[in-house]
């Protein structure tokens, strides 16, 4: 398997502008999450789904943030319209819950900056 | 909300020296506690797990130890090498949904 994979790996944007970003899960797994990481707030939790369900939501900023699962193997994250403060490096990871094992495989990142 | 907290934020050794880094959680109901590596410009990588069940886990030159009553644990590398520089995170969970709060991250520089 090729792992959790992210796209895109870089973007650069305005303010205003939409940004999506998109996940691709194991095979087989059934829980995803979506982790912002910056220098000063560490890595957030956004939002996880189980079996395509968001379960939690509290940790997306605000309005402009929204997150989708269509199907059980992809996932989107928008930020519409974006800020510069939204930059940071978006992680999403995806496990098989149900396994003794809690462990989160992450993608590589996206990393987003808004000027 | 499970609060996590991890010191130090930096730690700078000596090559072959040891290092030691020591999280606390709030929530009793934690029962998961895993630490990820995280190279520069790298994805987050599980490296050791512990589960309240047990007091200590070793797997080679890396150790953790929990504290249930005191609710803190701790990530030990022995031995260590230039390979172990990077940020390394703790985490907690209640296990079930597999939710992770992470620590804000120890940055680990290992002096040749």
């Known amino acids: 398997d090729a792992g959790v994979i992210q796209s895109p790996r870089h973007e650069v944007t305005e303010m205003g502008q939409e940004v999506t970003l998109r996940c691709k899960l194991i095979?087989?797994?059934?829980?995803l999450f979506w982790y912002r990481q910056t220098m000063m707030r560490g890595l957030e939790l956004l939002i996880y789904?189980?079996?395509?369900?968001?379960?939690?939501d509290s940790g997306m900023p605000e309005d402009r943030f929204s997150a989708k699962m269509p199907n059980a193997s992809f996932s989107t994250l928008k930020i519409q319209p974006s800020e510069p403060r939204d930059s940071a490096v978006y992680f999403c990871?995806?496990?098989?819950?149900?396994?003794?094992?809690?462990?989160?495989?992450f993608g590589e990142g996206s990393r987003l900056t808004v000027l | 909300g499970e609060n996590v907290e991890q010191h130090p934020s930096t730690l700078s050794v000596q090559e072959g020296d040891s290092a030691v880094i020591k999280c606390t959680y709030s929530?009793?109901?934690?029962?998961?506690f895993p630490w990820y590596k995280q190279e520069l410009g790298k994805r987050p990588q599980l490296i050791i797990d512990?589960?309240?069940?047990?007091g200590e886990k070793k797997d080679q030159r890396i150790a953790v130890t929990l504290n249930k009553t005191a609710k803190h644990f701790s990530l030990h590398i022995t031995e260590t090498q230039p390979e172990d520089s990077a940020v390394y995170f703790c985490?907690?969970?209640?296990?079930?949904?597999?939710?992770?709060?992470f620590g804000a991250g120890t940055t680990v520089t290992v002096r040749a």
């Open positions: 990871a995806s496990s098989r819950r149900g396994l003794n094992t809690g462990e989160l495989f």
């Open positions: 095979s087989g797994h059934n829980s």
């Open positions: 789904f189980n079996n395509n369900v968001p379960i939690d």
């Open positions: 929530d009793s109901a934690s029962n998961y």
């Open positions: 512990i589960r309240s069940n047990v």
């Open positions: 985490a907690a969970s209640k296990g079930g949904d597999y939710k992770l709060s």
